[in-house]
C-alpha cells in the first residue's frame, strides 16, 4: 500500500490464483477494490486509524501525513 498514492500494487503466480481471487480477498478484509466492495462487516472492524473515507479518491499522487498504528500489527 502507497500511503502518498493510496493505491497497491500485487504480483501474483497466475497458476495459484487469479486477480478477481486477489480482489474478493481484499474486500473480504475490508477493503473497496475497483472490482468488488469491500465486506462492511470486516471494515467496520478495522482499527479507527485503518478506516477511510469512502469518498476518498485513490490511485493519486499526493502528500499524506503519516497515521500512529503502534497500536496493532499490519
Not at 466492495?37 to 499526493?62: I, R, T, V
Amino acid at each position: 500500500w502507497d500511503v502518498d498514492k493510496k493505491k497497491i500494487d500485487v504480483s501474483f503466480d497466475d497458476t495459484k490464483t487469479d486477480v478477481m481471487a486477489i480482489h474478493k480477498a481484499i474486500a473480504a478484509s475490508g477493503y473497496d477494490t475497483e472490482k468488488v466492495a469491500g465486506s462492511e462487516e470486516a471494515y467496520k472492524d478495522l482499527p479507527g486509524c485503518c478506516q477511510y473515507d469512502h469518498e476518498m479518491m485513490m490511485n493519486q499522487s499526493g502528500e499524506m501525513t503519516s497515521e500512529d498504528h503502534s497500536n496493532h500489527d499490519h
